[in-house]
């Protein structure tokens, strides 16, 4: 389906956010490198340059094809890609003396087709250093902030407009207002999209690519290939289309047994001892993840080939999504996540001889639950958070040594140096390092200080609840086992049990086990939940008082629990999972 818009991806981590925003008001829009050149745009009905981290006066930012802005067709720069507008056409761009973060009062000086519907002073939200110090020329200036003298500008007459701040943001309130201005009565958009009403014309095109040919597919469980899954079984029936979950032991409370009832039709391979027979003693968080790896390689591999797929009858059925496969959208991860799970020797061969389907390619994850949820399934399957696919291993911490916290020389009283490290991401570095615990919430922002300040740390954590002081508590020598992935399992079915409602308003909401704890209780839990757009960054989210009071309640009740921590850090400088 062509699109009727097309996102011009400037770096900005809300690019993707643009073409999502654009699409939940009903028109088709796809990303596509800056670059791209304005005879390939030909018949799209407007163009958005996203936001991006570069200065457009430095030698090597990205940049659009000037052509774009005669072409006819309307643009809408935002952030960088209001500043690109501004100096390809000639405008004046300084570089600002400091940059405008966050919050900002919009006044509005001119009127514009862009802005019907906005008046007065508006919120709406920055977040740039440099500034359009003069439009160019054919441009009026609509509207101005503090720091800003073109916070918005138009050149009514060629339809091209920019704006420093991000309609696309929920903390814009008019942003909405804005993009439907641009989308409706700018470029006349018409609504084309509907992921829920898109399920017939999957369905046919599944059935065009597999031709006479049967499709197989690993289903993890996960929402994106438990919908891909069913919209094959839908399009050519079960006895064309095998699905195969492998349990690894590492899954969470339940989750074979609600994968075997939603799909009794799935082959369940129980690989449970032979993950974690590989695991055993291990405690160095990266070999854990390639010993996982190594597991799925050659259980994935084993199925391949004892059960003939690699003959030309088959063809593989995956669960990509759109951010995958667009290089500057997926995260880093999601290149691991595809080495890990989709391209093992066997699938490669089948990857090289296009013998893949991939019907979500098209998709964002809220779109794909729009389709799951007009097929029918759950809501316990379409509404769950992303799990990561070496499981609860990643989320059980390990120790090789006996030691006791620290008490913090940075923090005046109740702070402690933790002696447990886990993974944070610093100046785009992997770090591996300890975590600062306080014995009570801090003030806002406080966190944040405190990290900065302390270069030993990469974690902040509030302790909750101890069985004893915190400086009574050490950490001792623990490896993997199955006991203790046991003791993650209950602890985390306790929090999902407890925090249902609460899930549905955040990303994500990870619990780990930590090695920290007494000798007859040699564990704690960190609970680390956070908001996020796409996993690339985070921020932590304090849950309401009462909840937290419960799940620490019943997790002192799960055998070998001595602590309950709970994790403020944002990513950066922490990553979202503690490996
Ligand atoms: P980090 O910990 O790097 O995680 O901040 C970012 C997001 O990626 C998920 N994640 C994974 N997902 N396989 C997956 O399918 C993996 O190996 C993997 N590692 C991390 C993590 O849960 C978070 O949402």
Redesign the pocket.
Known sequence: MPPQITVLDAGGQYCHLIARRVRNLGVYAEVAPSETPASQLAGRKGIIISGGPASVRAPGSPTVDPAIFDSGTPVLGICYGHQLMAWLLRGNVQKGDHGEYGFALLDLSHRSRLLKGVDGPQQVWMSHFDTVAEPPEGFETLGTTETCTVAAMADEARKLYGVQFHPEVAHTPCGQTILSNFLFDICGCEHDWDPAGQIVQLENHIREVAGNRNIFFFV?G?VDSTVAYTLCLRALGPDRVHGTYVDTGLMRDGETELVRTNFPSLHIEDDSARFLGALAGVTDPEKK?HI??HQFVEVQQRILESEHYLDGHWILGQGTIYPDTIESGG????D??KT??NRVAGIQKLIEQGRIIEPLSSFYKDEVRAVGRELGLPDALIER??????GLA?RCLCSTESVAPEASHEVSKGGWILPVRS?G?QGDERTYRRVLALDKFPAEDEAARLINRIATVNRIVVSVWTARPVEELLAAPASLTAERIERLRRADAIVRRLAHDFDQTI??F?VVLIPFGTEEKPDAVVLRP?D?VD??T?RAVRMPEDLLQKIVCELQTVEGIAGVFYDLTN?PP??????
């Open positions: 993890s996960g993840r996982i790896g995260t880093a991860k999601a691991l996540i890990h799970h958070h992303p799990f990561p696919g070496p990643i993974v991401v990303w994500q990870p956070i996020s996993g690339m985070a990513k922490a990553t979202i999972e503690w490996e």
